[in-house]
């Protein structure tokens, strides 16, 4: 059964704070992805990485990094958290080629206070 | 500029009729379309893929697409109380292997 999961459901850090949030994968799939979702603004791609070591930004990268050392493993880091990085964060996988679906995680409600 | 776009709603339908939701995208480059049905604190799940134009049947959903008017639909017959959840489109433009999606249409079915 297909299976993406992240590390943590709920998360509380204090501003300034560094975060990791983790992802794995267990489809061998090439393509990672993070999203936040806040309302009203839907999801909204932070960064992704179609392979080992490779990646792209997204629509608002700013403030965030990633790593990804291995395929099934994707990280996403909030460098110093801020307030308005309160948000649920949901990670993704999909195969290389076109026309397949992206696999979402359970989701991060991360609050930094 | 928003790739992809649907009408917020919240729309509401009574138990039993059919539910539209709709959603228009910008780029004509979009290969594929998804919908996924999302409840309240949980992730997305898929419902139903689309490529071709025309209509795509998968039980009591239906799947829309017309590309000449860049346009996608999904109708939910026979609504039911569980399909109240927030649904979002998703286009992929293949090329650049990433998904674009729409903020999410919220959906009330009515007992």
């Known amino acids: 059964d297909v299976k993406v999961t992240q590390s943590s459901r709920y998360l509380v850090k204090r501003t300034g704070e560094k975060v990791f949030l983790e992802c794995v994968q267990d489809m061998d799939h090439e393509n990672m992805f993070w999203y936040r979702q806040d309302p009203g603004l839907g999801l909204r791609l932070i960064y992704f990485s179609y392979d080992v070591k490779m990646k792209e930004k997204g629509d608002i990268p700013e403030g965030y990094s990633v790593s990804r050392e291995k395929k099934e493993r994707f990280s996403l880091i909030l460098e110093s958290a801020s307030t308005n990085q309160t948000s649920m964060y949901l990670c993704?996988?999909?195969?290389?080629?076109?026309?397949?679906?992206?696999?979402f995680g359970q989701g991060t409600r991360l609050t930094v206070v | 500029q928003k790739e992809v776009e649907q009408n917020s709603g919240p729309l509401s339908v009574p138990e039993g009729a059919i539910a539209s939701l709709n959603c228009t995208y910008s780029?004509?480059?979009?290969?594929?379309f998804f919908w996924y049905r999302q409840y309240s604190g949980k992730s997305p799940e898929l419902i139903m893929f689309?490529?071709?134009?025309g209509d795509k049947e998968d039980g009591r959903f239906t799947a829309q697409l017309n590309k000449a008017s860049q346009y996608v639909s999904l109708l939910i017959r026979d609504s039911q109380p569980s399909d109240s959840a927030t649904y979002l489109c998703a286009v992929n433009l293949y090329t650049g292997n990433q998904f674009y999606f729409g903020t999410g249409t919220s959906l009330t079915v009515i007992p």
């Open positions: 993704a996988s999909s195969l290389v080629q076109g026309n397949t679906e992206a696999f």
């Open positions: 689309i490529y071709s134009n």
């Open positions: 780029d004509r480059g979009s290969q594929s």
